[in-house]
């Protein structure tokens, strides 16, 4: 009997960063016996929804790509949207991965049957499928999060999200209104502001703004990056240099003081605050722009031209509430109707939801939004107690505010491997995370989470409606990279024997 044959057979649900690295990863470990689901009719993920002008990556290309899959000709130090996707075509087509893929097929629904010890996968269209491990890769940023406001309906222009860009609308001479000013609308904010006749921006609160320092790749850059050995070690320092601002965002005394001691470049307050006294000088302009909250607190933007196109002539921040939305345009709390021909939101995605609106049942009949109803959690981000061979990648506190996650994908994708492995040493057909386990590790979380930033009083993405922080990781990165090199055995309940055949 063939090696395949005697693999658990492994679905990913996704086609974005993180299901493109476990099916890659897989093959390089030679387990073959797995499948993508894919919503949609391509691969991608959020590099293929989001398409709206300025789209583009927050942290550095050598960075933001896979460690086993470095590219050396990359164009600039931020990757445009376009270049992201295009990269991970080409690891698409490498690897082969389209004929591992089934397009056009969304999960619905997910429940474990404890008799087989298999996952039966109910997709949208009503066809089911039997598979023994389920890895998600949905991601956080995949469902477009639209305010609601009365008389949204109503309106008579174009209107929509930024991850649902209408390239037809009409922008270019027009007046546009633009309902938040988060990371998104920050890059395309600036572009929208070039052709636009007026803008007008509604803000909530400010953001806190560092200078992104993008510029394109020279031909000695370029020359030296063909070789690995300078990639890697490139790719090392930006690792480091990304890696200190996490010290803005937790108590961490000591590596504040070495910091300041050593005069250590790279302190990330003092560069905020420079950027912000270079680039707005206007007492009025200073005064609706300043953050009132520490920074970290909400996602930090990163831009060199956010501040000046807010500055521009033909663009006005408007920071008196929404009372609704009229046949022509924003009536504000204070009465004043502001007419356009455009709206734009740039609110974000509904980030705190995981896995929504999957209907997901465990063992002992334990369904998944019972399990999270006070805010998702999980072992790590990627187990639960009572989810057997039910895998996460980029689960529940996993984002991060300050590198790279592509650096927590890979982390975790070297856990699920891990848990194969485990798996097959113990001639086992599933393993449960034991609620002991998850009960420690909640423990660590809460601690390390009471010492950082994002618990202060401000209204970010990475809280639930409750006021829980369920998106973020609370410590470096590096602490994650040692906690997943490998699957503790006592951490797990190994059931059953070994008999799986290849669907």
Request: hydrophobic share 35%; net charge negative.
């Amino acid at each position: 009997m063939s090696k395949q044959a005697n693999e658990p057979h492994v679905t990913i649900i996704g086609s974005g960063v993180g299901g493109l690295c476990m099916a890659m990863q897989l093959m390089r470990h030679g387990r073959n016996n797995f499948t993508i689901l894919e919503k949609a009719d391509d691969i991608g993920g959020t590099w293929r929804d989001n398409d709206y002008p300025g789209c583009a990556c927050d942290v550095p290309s050598h960075f933001y790509s896979f460690s086993f899959e470095t590219r050396g000709n990359w164009s600039r130090v931020y990757p445009a949207r376009q270049e992201i996707h295009a990269y991970l075509e080409e690891l698409t087509e490498k690897y082969r991965l389209r004929k591992k893929t089934r397009f056009n097929s969304e999960l619905a629904g997910a429940k474990f049957d404890e008799k087989s010890q298999k996952w039966l996968l109910t997709l949208t269209n009503g066809d089911t499928l039997t598979t023994d491990i389920v890895v998600t890769a949905l991601g956080q940023l995949n469902r477009p999060k639209v305010p609601e406001i009365k008389g949204q309906d109503d309106f008579e222009g174009a209107i929509f999200h930024s991850a649902e860009w209408q390239h037809d609308a009409p922008i270019s001479g027009k007046k546009v209104a633009v309902i938040g000013n988060g990371p998104s609308a920050a890059q395309f904010i600036p572009e929208v502001a070039k052709q636009a006749k007026e803008m007008t921006v509604f803000q909530r609160s400010p953001c806190h703004v560092v200078p992104r320092n993008d510029e394109e790749y020279g031909a000695i850059a370029k020359f030296l990056f063909a070789f690995p050995a300078v990639r890697r070690a490139y790719r090392g320092l930006l690792y480091y240099a990304i890696e200190k601002n996490f010290t803005v965002f937790n108590e961490i005394k000591n590596a504040r003081l070495l910091i300041k001691l050593f005069n250590l470049p790279g302190d990330l307050t003092k560069i905020i605050a420079d950027h912000f006294d270079e680039q707005v000088t206007d007492p009025k302009m200073r005064e609706i722009l300043k953050p009132d909250y520490p920074v970290g607190c909400k996602r930090v933007v990163i831009s060199d031209d956010y501040y000046p196109a807010l500055l521009r002539e033909n663009v006005s921040v408007e920071t008196t509430g929404i009372k609704q939305i009229t046949k022509s345009g924003i009536e504000t709390q204070d009465g004043q109707v502001h007419e356009f021909d455009s709206i734009v939101y740039g609110t974000g995605f509904a980030s705190t939801e995981f896995l929504a609106p999957l209907d997901v049942e465990g063992s002992q009949g334990v369904n998944l939004n019972d399990a999270w109803k006070d805010g998702a959690e999980a072992y790590l981000g990627i187990t639960m107690p009572n989810f057997p061979n039910f895998f996460m990648l980029y689960g529940p506190n996993t984002n991060l505010g300050h590198n790279s996650i592509i650096f927590m994908i890979e982390c975790q994708v070297n856990y699920v491997l891990s848990c194969l492995d485990k798996m097959e040493a113990q001639n086992a057909t599933s393993m449960d995370l034991k609620p002991a386990a998850m009960a420690e590790f909640a423990d660590f979380l809460k601690a390390r989470m009471d010492t950082s930033v994002f618990v202060k009083e401000c209204n970010s993405w990475y809280k639930n409606e409750a006021g829980k922080v369920t998106n973020n990781w609370p410590e470096f990165t590096y602490v994650y990279q040692d906690a997943t090199q490998a699957a503790k055995e006592e951490d797990y309940d190994f059931h059953g024997t070994n008999q799986v055949a290849a669907e």
